[in-house]
C-alpha cells in the first residue's frame, strides 16, 4: 500500500510538472514571427522542435494518467 501511495505521489508530481512543461512550450508557439527571413527561419526551425517536444510531453502525460488509473482500480 505503502508503495502505491509512493508511486502516485511520483505520478502525480511529474504529472504537474509535464504540465507546466506544456503550459510553456504552447506559450512559445504563439509568439509572433520575426519580420526578419532568416530570424524567421529560425523561428520555425524552433517552433518544429516545440511541436515535437510537445507531442512527447502529451504521450508520457497519457502514461501517467492510465498509471494512475491502474492504481484507482488496484485500491
Known sequence: MQQNQSTRAELEKRRDEI???????NERLGTELDRDPEE?????EQDEVAVSMEQNL????ADIEDGLLDLDADK
Open 19 to 25: 504540465n507546466q512543461q506544456l503550459a510553456r512550450v
Open 40 to 44: 524567421q527561419a529560425i523561428q520555425i
Open 58 to 61: 502529451r504521450r508520457e502525460l
